[in-house]
């Protein structure tokens, strides 16, 4: 393995050990069968450098994600790398309480098939590099690393009218995404539109959806106080913290 650029080890980001290592670069074989972009040689893919982050995310967490340093371009002396970001997926948890589909879930039962496959449809020029594999019996979904990616700290938002801004924009940003998707129904992936389905699943009161959509997240939001009230006593009389 080319070590010339390498991952910075800090707190949150490590190596992983040699036998974690070569299992990842097996399962990378099978990756390369399953990336949206299959006419990208072999030599593309060749690994610089691998590093873990454990159990980071919101829904993800207690997951690995893996970052793996692959060649790239082969024209700008090593300038082109390119990270893939390789995260750890399971059933969702929403799927416990929706209807059953059987022909989804024998379509769809590796978890990180399904993850890739809900992005190509549902983004406008999804990631080429938009794959799966499966490492000692845990199932993953890849993706590039944008260089750019930024999170929203809620520390830099003042006020409720600044959130309200955000959420407004955020909610433009989706809408339009989904879409501009629709190039995607003419390759296969979706055969109806996907704004479409969504503006038929939210009804034609589209305040009604709206104040639904509200009240429920005032529900879950109390719900979320009341458990962690419960656990923070629950830790108080188990350890005396």
């Not at 919101?58 to 790398?81: C, F, K, V």
């Amino acid at each position: 393995m080319q070590t010339s650029r390498v991952f910075l080890e800090t707190s949150e980001l490590l190596i992983p050990g040699a036998a974690e290592q070569a299992q990842l670069e097996l399962a990378l074989s099978f990756y390369t069968q399953t990336v949206v972009t299959r006419s990208l040689n072999e030599e593309h893919f060749r690994i610089k450098d691998i590093a873990v982050k454990r159990g980071s995310g919101t829904a993800s967490i207690g997951l690995d994600r893996y970052y793996i340093l692959i060649e790239g371009g082969m024209e700008q002396a090593g300038t082109d790398d390119t990270v893939l970001e390789v995260k750890e997926v399971r059933v969702p948890v929403p799927a416990y309480f929706l209807p059953y589909s059987d022909s989804f879930w024998q379509s769809f039962a590796h978890q990180g098939k399904r993850v890739s496959a809900t992005q190509q449809a549902m983004h406008h020029k999804a990631d080429p590099y938009l794959g799966f594999l499966t490492m000692d019996g845990r199932e993953f979904y890849v993706r590039e690393r944008s260089p750019y990616k930024k999170s929203l700290k809620l520390e830099n938002i003042a006020d409720m009218d600044e959130l309200t801004v955000v959420i407004q924009q955020m909610g433009s940003l989706t809408a339009k995404m989904h879409a501009r998707a629709d190039a995607d129904v003419d390759k296969g992936i979706l055969d109806y539109h996907s704004e479409q389905e969504i503006a038929k699943a939210m009804g034609p009161d589209s305040d009604a959806f709206a104040r639904y959509i509200a009240e429920w997240a005032y529900g879950y939001a109390g719900q979320v106080e009341k458990d962690y009230a419960m656990f923070a006593d629950w830790v108080s009389e188990q350890y005396g913290i």
